[in-house]
């Protein structure tokens, strides 16, 4: 299992989310205390990575989804919709490497 703290998920769900080089900067940037989305867009540009708003989002969606990163809270904005603020969710993930023998020997029991 991949125990991304305080919740167990698959250890597929993790490396999926890990495999990118944007995430890892995101989770960086994040890591040095609670980010906007506004606010890692912009770091992200000034770091020369080519990326849309949708594609920020995509990004922020699986990170949240590993559960890796979290929604802190909204910050209200003159007129709109209110803006996510991030934050790291966990610090630490461990990885079952034989997550799945230990399954698959406890089914044949």
């Given at each position: 299992m991949c125990n991304c703290h305080p919740r167990m998920l698959k250890?597929?769900?993790?490396?999926?989310?890990l495999h990118c080089p944007?995430?890892?900067?995101?989770?960086d940037f994040i890591g040095g205390g609670s980010k906007s989305t506004r606010e890692?867009?912009?770091?992200?540009?000034?770091?020369?990575?080519?990326?849309?708003?949708?594609g920020l989002y995509y990004h922020l969606s699986e990170l949240s989804r590993a559960g890796i990163?979290?929604?802190?809270?909204?910050?209200?904005?003159?007129?709109g919709a209110p803006?996510?603020?991030?934050?790291?969710?966990?610090?630490?993930i461990v990885?079952?490497?034989?997550?799945n023998e230990a399954q698959d020997n406890e089914n044949r029991d």
């Open positions: 250890s597929k769900t993790c490396i999926s989310a944007t995430r890892w900067t995101i989770i890692i867009y912009e770091f992200l540009t000034l770091h020369n990575a080519r990326l849309t708003s949708s990163i979290e929604v802190s809270e909204y910050r209200e904005k003159g007129g803006e996510k603020v991030w934050k790291l969710k966990t610090t630490q990885i079952d490497l034989l997550e």
